[in-house]
């Protein structure tokens, strides 16, 4: 069964700063992984999706990069601006196409 | 306007009442899903469409029924509400095939009292 984990729970940092979110799994065969950002009381908005034959993926300050084989992939953050408070979710589909997501980085950036 | 549409989007309802959850896309997508979230839990799947006549069930499905009316149209029920079903629940469509992304609503809030 694939489990999905992301490292921190929670992260508070100054604007500016640059910053990682982490989220590894469990079982490497996947076709994809998809990093989603979802607001207070809001849906989830889909950031990046990189393929499992890529090793990035970026989006204006967003980058996310893939290692299968180790089972981990990272969300960078430049550049932090109080806009970008959210909680980061990861998530990677099975075999019956459901997502199995992780539990979630709550990113709050301060002015 | 949203691609993916949800109503209502909020929902406060008594013990024992049917509830009706709906979700309409433009997007032309095959796919659709119906997801709960819980808080600590994350997002768990209860039901999922391939097309109109393809409905199949996720790994919380007891106590839901959906309704695929149309491409556009998949609706969510819940027969006889009970409080533990509280929660937020998410309309998502996708294109065919493992590689597509999964697009998503703005969520239902329901509340079971």
Sequence with gaps: KQEVTQIPAALSVPEGENLVLNCSFTDSAIYNLQWFRQDPGKGLTSLLLIQSSQREQTSGRLNASLDKSSGRSTLYIAASQPGDSATYLCAVPGSNYKLTFGKGTLLTVNP | ?113
């Design chain 2, 1 to 113: 306007d949203a691609d993916v549409t949800q109503t209502p989007r909020n929902r406060i309802t008594k013990t024992g009442k049917r509830i009706m959850l709906e979700c309409s896309q433009t997007k032309g997508h095959d796919r659709m899903y119906w997801y709960r979230q819980d808080p600590g839990l994350g997002l768990q799947l209860i039901y999922y469409s391939f097309d109109v006549k393809d409905i199949n069930k996720g790994e919380i499905s007891d106590g839901y029924s959906v309704s695929r009316q149309a491409q556009a149209k998949f609706s969510l029920s819940l027969e006889s509400a009970i409080p533990n079903q509280t929660a937020l629940y998410f309309c998502a469509t996708s294109e065919a095939g493992y590689h597509q992304p999964q697009h998503f609503g703005d969520g239902t809030r329901l509340s079971i009292l």
